[in-house]
């Protein structure tokens, strides 16, 4: 049946106007910075659940460990909501912009994927240390949500020990200029791009805990094979970098 010309037309006027509402909307530096501040802060969080979580992932006596994505999950949104007061099962249009909205879930979901492909690992038996460690997480969980959204996630880090956190030109400016400073940072949001993109840097800080394999003596080896910085608490670490276009 050959279908009239105008009603192709038509149907092509459709089609795109809502590809323009749902993926060429132009978004506000108040809403991409919204956006990148929670982007982090639940990256970040998955990052905490990791490393609250590290003895029972290494336990070497343990075989299932019960650290599913589903646990994961739970820790993560409590982890989430203490930090932002948001409530990722329910998102309030009030105070989570539209483009939050869409990518959070997106960031959960992929974190949950990247825990889901390291089940086999975390649950052997017998090897006490396994590679997934907060560090590992991150950038495995970032790079995921990356490749699926038109906002990039990212680790850096000055010194990195995975090369695909090393930073761009740009990051590399503002941790430099993070690295100076003597007490902790706010994320750092600038404009770059002629105004077409929003680039916002949260630091992230050595705790104690980070000092088992980053502190000591510059130079020893710790439990992953890599060489210690001689990292002091509450020293700058790296940070997570989040680039987004605003023209999306």
């Known amino acids: 049946m050959k279908i009239p010309a105008h009603r192709f037309l038509a149907a092509a006027v459709v089609w795109s106007m ?4 749902a993926g ?5 530096r108040e809403e991409a910075e919204d956006t990148a501040r929670l982007l982090a802060a639940l990256l970040d969080a998955g990052r905490v659940v990791v490393d609250r979580n590290q003895a ?9 460990k019960g650290f599913t994505p589903e646990f994961f999950e739970g820790q993560v949104r409590s982890e989430f909501r203490e930090r932002t007061a948001v409530d990722l099962g329910h998102l309030d249009p009030a ?6 909205r869409e990518l959070l879930p997106s960031l959960v979901q992929a974190s949950k994927e990247v825990v889901t492909d390291a ?3 975390i649950n052997q038996r017998g090897i006490e240390y396994k590679n997934f460690i907060p560090a590992t997480f991150g950038s495995q969980a970032a790079a995921r949500f990356s490749r699926k959204s038109s906002v990039r996630l990212k680790q850096t880090a000055l010194q ?3 090369p695909k956190n090393t930073p761009d030109a740009y990051e590399t400016a503002v941790l430099r200029r993070l690295a100076t400073q003597s007490s902790r940072s706010a994320p750092i949001s600038e404009l770059t791009d002629e105004g077409k993109t929003l680039r916002v840097v949260s630091p992230i800080y ?3 805990d980070c000092l088992k394999c980053h502190g000591g003596q510059a130079g020893e080896f710790d439990i992953s094979g890599y060489p210690k910085e001689g990292a002091r608490e ?3 670490a790296g940070a997570i970098s989040v680039t987004i276009p605003l023209d999306r």
């Open 18 to 21: 809502a590809w323009a509402s």
């Open 206 to 208: 050595y705790t104690k």
């Open 95 to 100: 105070r989570v912009p539209p483009l939050a």
């Open 160 to 162: 990195p020990r995975n």
């Open 119 to 121: 089940q086999v690992v």
């Open 234 to 236: 509450g020293e700058l």
């Open 56 to 64: 029972l992932i290494d336990d070497p006596r343990k075989g299932q």
């Open 24 to 28: 060429l909307a132009a978004v506000t």
